[in-house]
């Protein structure tokens, strides 16, 4: 099945980055997609940026455009670099996979998620 650990939540002032980090174990080569996701209290889980394995595109939520990258290594270790960062963006972050095809940022289809990282960004 797989296992995904995120990493690299913190608190941080507006205006500031954070990167955050998700180690994939047992992973299947073949996994189409990787995302990640956030939640805020009383919100609905939401898409932020995903990456298509094969071709490395990508694909981002209006909200974090020109602000946030996700990445990607070799081993599907997947990373998110959020800068200029806004109290908005204050959420748990979630790390998954979508096994086969995926349609960007719909976590419907990712059904390997990780236990999250939390994210505050303070004025």
């Known amino acids: 099945q797989g296992q995904l650990v995120e990493s690299g939540g913190g608190s941080v002032q507006a205006g500031g980055s954070l990167r955050l980090s998700c180690a994939a174990s047992g992973i299947s080569s073949s996994t189409a997609c990787m995302g990640w996701f956030r939640q805020s209290p009383g919100k609905a889980r939401e898409g932020v940026a995903t990456?298509?394995?094969?071709?490395?595109?990508t694909y981002y939520a209006d909200s974090v455009k020109g602000r946030f990258t996700i990445s990607q290594d070799n081993a599907k270790n997947t990373y998110l670099q959020m800068n200029n960062l806004k109290p908005e963006d204050t959420a748990m972050y979630y790390c998954?996979?979508?096994?086969?095809?995926?349609?960007?940022?719909?976590?419907?289809?990712?059904?390997?998620w990780g236990q999250g990282t939390q994210v505050t960004v303070s004025s």
């Open positions: 998954a996979a979508a096994p086969g095809y995926c349609y960007p940022n719909v976590q419907s289809y990712f059904t390997i």
């Open positions: 990456i298509i394995t094969g071709g490395g595109s």
